[in-house]
């Protein structure tokens, strides 16, 4: 329960710092700072709490991926940034969903957000191939894959926790998971696009 | 397991486990065989994906665990003042129900615009009052007039029939003959002439009460027919004397409804051959009692003519303020023609039906 959510919106410095730096609360604060005005935003364009929540969470991934670029430059302020992404993915949406209403909503280009917006799009692509691939590769492939690529886990961390005897066996077993997640992937990758 | 061993240095390399001599050589192996450096290119490029995929799943989670911590549903509450279900509906397919409104309000608009509901209806009622247009005929009237007696200063623009209501001069006819009128003459078979003054109207019944102002006349004989106060029944025999030319004219028919055009009570419907000119004109039974004025028909519709019921015309005399009568207005009740056939009867009728012209 935070019921006192306007009461301290912190500064946009502090909190690209601290995502920067991975704080969690940092996270936290960004979340619970701007999140009613997005909700707002949908609810007032016929939009539910669950449209809120995934419009609000891709932008904030948006701007984390700004962020934690290096050649990171944010030319407006914090709320204005994520309002305007909000806003593009939402009318976005709807576009897509109109089949009543045959009002069409103006994207007015803010060209900052919209090129930022195409990469995103263009990541979103690919990660979902790579979670198809991930989702067809079965275990324990998929957990060794995970805890060694995504999770940055060492070998001997992973060797313990599936009981390998020695860690060339566990190297070999990554090794053969690690060509067919490829051949899975690839073989998507080619289907798709 | 060339291979194999490949990926593994490769991985080893970019995570920083090597040591900075296994760094060099690994190194120098990349810049000697350009196929190792491709494979080692892909597969870091295939890691660095794995890792953005995987630090993107993180934050997705971290991200759903603070949003279960806001309190989602209060929020809204204060966000939004509750609106109800219909609002929302309303709100959502106001479009649809604008064109649909639209497309029923055209349909019914149209189809009683091309079905004729909304021309003119009352165009199918004719009021009998006659135009007299033909001024040269007006004209050479005028000029006898002018030479042999007392004569009227300008033509007649309409005409109507009036009928005496008592012997001392009061007369009968339809409002809309003498509307408008600056001056009213009525002239006789005879072609005596005499000036009238509009003593009452009564626009609602379209009944007008006349009286003869005329220092030539002083009074008639009694009046042969009487007024029946009583409604007639359907299949009466009816029938009108009036001045639809400049002549008198007999028509004969019969009662063949008790109220009138669009279900008027006031008047009945009667089927005679009557035309513009006959308003005002007495509707008498074979009795030669008067039951009524005739005082329209209806156009496009054959052999429906109009006449007030008698009762109209005695509610419109009592009606009369007493001041504004100076002579006694009494009713005859005394029928002299009952037993009379009808060539008789119009002999003695025809002296009190009267040309009305209204100047």
Known sequence: ?193 | MKDAQLINQTEAYLRGEFSPAECAAFELLCKENPEVQQQVNAHKELMSLLAAYGERQRLQHAMDLIHEQIDVVSLKNDLIPTSANVIQLWKRYRANFAIAATVAITAVFGTLLFSGYFADHSSYYSALRREINSIKRSQNVLAKNINSKKGIANPGVFGGTGFALTANGYLATNYHVIKGADSVYIQNAAGDTYKVKTVFVQPDYDIAILQIVDPAFDSFANLPYAFKKTDSDLGEDVFTLGFPRDEQVYGKGYLSAKTGFAGDTVSYQISIPVNPGNSGGPLLDSKGNVIGIISGKQTRTDGAAFAIKTNYLLKSLEAIPEADLDRNLSLNAKNSISSLNRKEQLKKIQDYVFMVRVY
């Open chain 1, 1 to 193: 329960m935070r019921n006192k959510i306007n009461s301290s919106i912190p500064a946009d410095n502090n909190l690209i710092q601290g995502i920067r730096d991975g704080a969690t609360n940092s996270l936290d604060s960004l979340y619970t700072a701007y999140f009613p005005m997005i909700l707002q935003l949908v609810l007032h364009n016929n939009g539910n709490e669950d449209d809120a929540k995934d419009i609000f969470q891709e932008a904030v991934i948006v701007l984390y991926t700004k962020i934690t670029t290096e050649n990171f430059e944010l030319k407006s302020k914090l709320k204005t940034y994520i309002y305007a992404v909000c806003r593009h993915l939402w009318l976005k949406k709807l576009n897509q969903n109109s089949r009543f209403s045959a009002q069409t909503y103006e994207l007015e280009s803010v060209a900052d957000v919209e090129i930022d917006l195409e990469q995103h799009e263009e990541k979103n692509e690919q990660f979902k191939l790579m979670q198809h691939a991930l989702g067809q590769l079965g275990e324990p492939c998929r957990t060794i894959i995970e805890e060694f690529y995504l999770n940055n886990r060492s070998m001997q961390e992973i060797c313990e926790q599936f009981g390998y005897t020695n860690a060339d066996n566990a190297k070999t077993q990554k090794y053969k998971c690690l060509q067919r997640l490829k051949k899975l992937f690839f073989k998507d990758e080619g289907l798709e696009l």
